[in-house]
């Protein structure tokens, strides 16, 4: 069986703390075969369809569209940072400080940048929210691709492009990591809220064994021994959730496309 926990800049102790208690608890639930690390994986997209696959943690928009059918959803961390409600999270809208009294309007004909196209946080949130801006199907003058989050940042604190939409857990921890980057940022407003990134395991892993590792998450999540680390990774709570929830992922993805903005 595989593990990680892929999609957020965690303090690299904590979350080797976090997921040692995470694991003890899985083997006194019954689990067994849980890896003494967690992996970590250079092709997500692989990694997700691992018929091994005991735990990760996805992005929505896949969740909803290319593995719907193909895992299943255990449910999402709760986080406490700016942008996030219980199990929901929305994206912060980054730009450069001397642009902070701009609002989302303000940005047409700029030059954007997202992570990746297949996320929900950094494209589809982003699409989203200037859908109702856009004319003749477009709004910024370019959008460029950066390949992740942290690449975003520096790239508008560079001048190389002058907006993005960020996961506002990632942003939140990005800038305990990268002050310089992020002491020249400023974030304008938050997208609509979204279900969280999505837990998932295998499709082939069996009934009980998903309920053991819910019930797993949601006892770890609230540990008082583990209020430090909790506290570092900004964790402060879990729900369990399923494939349904993340629906809306793809049906907001389809209403950009009918609002007429076109592809990026």
């Known amino acids: 069986m595989i593990c990680a926990l892929p999609m957020y800049p965690f303090p690299e102790d904590h979350l080797r703390i976090f997921w040692s208690t995470l694991r003890q608890t899985l083997q006194r639930t019954g689990i067994h075969d849980v890896p003494l690390t967690l992996d970590q994986p250079d092709d997500l997209l692989q990694h997700w369809q691992r ?94 691709f950066s390949g992740a989050h942290r690449r975003s940042a520096q790239m508008i604190a560079s001048g190389e492009a002058d907006i993005a939409a960020i996961d506002c857990v990632s942003a939140f921890l990005l800038r305990q990591q990268e002050p310089a980057t992020f002491d020249r940022l400023a974030s304008i407003d938050f997208t609509s809220p979204m279900p969280g990134l999505p837990l998932i395991t295998s499709q082939a892993t069996p009934a009980a064994a998903v309920a053991q590792l819910r019930q797993a998450l949601a006892t770890c999540s609230r540990m008082p021994e583990l209020t430090q680390t909790l506290q570092a990774m900004r964790i402060s709570g879990f729900s369990a959730l399923d494939q349904e929830d993340y629906r809306i992922c793809a049906a907001k993805a389809e209403q950009t496309a009918r609002d007429g903005l076109a592809e990026w």
């Open 51 to 144: 018929n091994d696959l005991l735990l990760s943690q996805s992005c929505g928009f896949p969740v909803s569209t290319l593995l719907r059918g193909k895992v299943q959803v255990l449910g999402a961390f709760h986080f406490d940072v700016p942008g996030c409600q219980q199990s929901a999270y929305s994206s912060s809208l980054l730009v450069r400080k001397e642009d902070c009294n701009k609002p989302l309007a303000g940005f047409r004909d700029a030059v954007a940048v997202c992570n990746e196209r297949h996320s929900q946080s950094g494209y589809h949130a982003l699409r989203s929210a200037v859908a109702p801006l856009a004319v003749d199907g477009r709004f910024f003058s370019r959008v460029l």
